[in-house]
C-alpha cells in the first residue's frame, strides 16, 4: 500500500507540467493545477473550473489525484472515468485509475489499467513497478501453490499404511477413575510411613 501511494505525488507532477492545459483554461482558473494547492482547495477550485469546462480530461484528472490524496478513491474512480471516456487515449488517467483501485484493494482492475496505461505509451519504472507488484499480488502464494502440488501427488504406500493405522483410542472414564484411586491410596501409605530425621531411632 505505500509503495503504491508513493506513485501520487509524481503522476501529479506529470499532469501539472503541461503548461499547455494552463494555457488553454486561462491564468484564473489553471490555479486548480497548482502543485502547492492543498487537496481540499484544489477540489474546490477544479470544481469551479469543470462547472464552466465540462470537458476537460485534465481538470478531471487532476481533481481525481486531489481525492486521492485525502483517501476518498470512489470519487477519484468516477473522475478518472470521466477523464477516459473523454479522452480514450490518456495513459495518464488510466495509470492513476489503476493506482485507484490498487489502493481499493481491487487488483484485477488495477492491473488492467495499469497494462493499458502501457499499451499507450506511458513508460516510466513506477508504472513497470506497479505492474509487477499488482501481478504479485494475483498470484497464489508459493506456499499455497506448493501445499496444492502436494495434494495432487499421490502418497508413497509406507505413508499411505502409516496413515491407515487407527489412532489409540482415548482412556476410558473408568481408567481415569482407577487411576485416582490408585494415586490416593499411595498417597495415603506414604503418610502412614513415620518420617525420619538423621540421628532418630525409627518408632515401629
Same mark, same amino acid.
Given at each position: ?6 506513485? =501520487?505525488?509524481? =503522476? ?5 507540467? #503541461?503548461?499547455?492545459?494552463? @494555457?488553454?483554461?486561462?491564468?484564473? !482558473?489553471?490555479?486548480? =493545477? ?5 487537496? !481540499? ?44 471516456? =473523454? #479522452?480514450?487515449?490518456? @495513459? ?52 499455497? @501453490?506448493?501445499?496444492? #502440488? ?11 499404511? @502409516? ?42
Amino acid at each position: 500500500m505505500r509503495q503504491a501511494y508513493a506513485l =501520487l505525488p509524481g =503522476l501529479i507532477m506529470t499532469l501539472l507540467a #503541461d503548461g499547455a492545459v494552463a @494555457a488553454r483554461l486561462g491564468y484564473a !482558473h489553471a490555479s486548480c =493545477l497548482s502543485q502547492t494547492i492543498a487537496p !481540499h482547495d484544489a477540489i474546490s477550485a477544479c470544481t469551479a473550473v469543470l462547472q464552466k469546462f465540462h470537458t476537460q480530461t485534465e481538470v478531471f484528472v487532476r481533481r481525481a489525484a486531489a481525492f486521492m490524496e485525502i483517501g476518498a478513491f470512489d470519487y477519484a474512480v468516477g473522475d478518472l472515468s470521466r477523464a477516459i471516456r =473523454l #479522452d480514450p487515449g490518456g @495513459a495518464l488517467a488510466y495509470e492513476l485509475r489503476g493506482l485507484a483501485y490498487e489502493l481499493q484493494g481491487r487488483p484485477a482492475e488495477s492491473l488492467e489499467d495499469y497494462r493499458t496505461a502501457r499499451a499507450l505509451g506511458r513508460a516510466d519504472s513506477g508504472l513497470e513497478s506497479a505492474i509487477l507488484r499488482v501481478t504479485a499480488a494475483l498470484e497464489p502464494p508459493p506456499v499455497v @501453490a506448493a501445499s496444492l #502440488d502436494a495434494e495432487a501427488t499421490p502418497l508413497p504406500p509406507a505413508a499411505s499404511q @502409516a496413515l491407515s493405522v487407527a489412532p489409540e483410542q482415548p482412556a476410558r472414564a473408568a481408567d481415569g477413575w482407577l487411576i485416582a484411586v490408585c494415586l490416593l491410596l499411595t498417597s495415603a501409605a506414604l503418610a502412614a510411613r513415620p518420617s525420619r530425621r538423621r540421628g532418630d531411632a525409627v518408632v515401629t
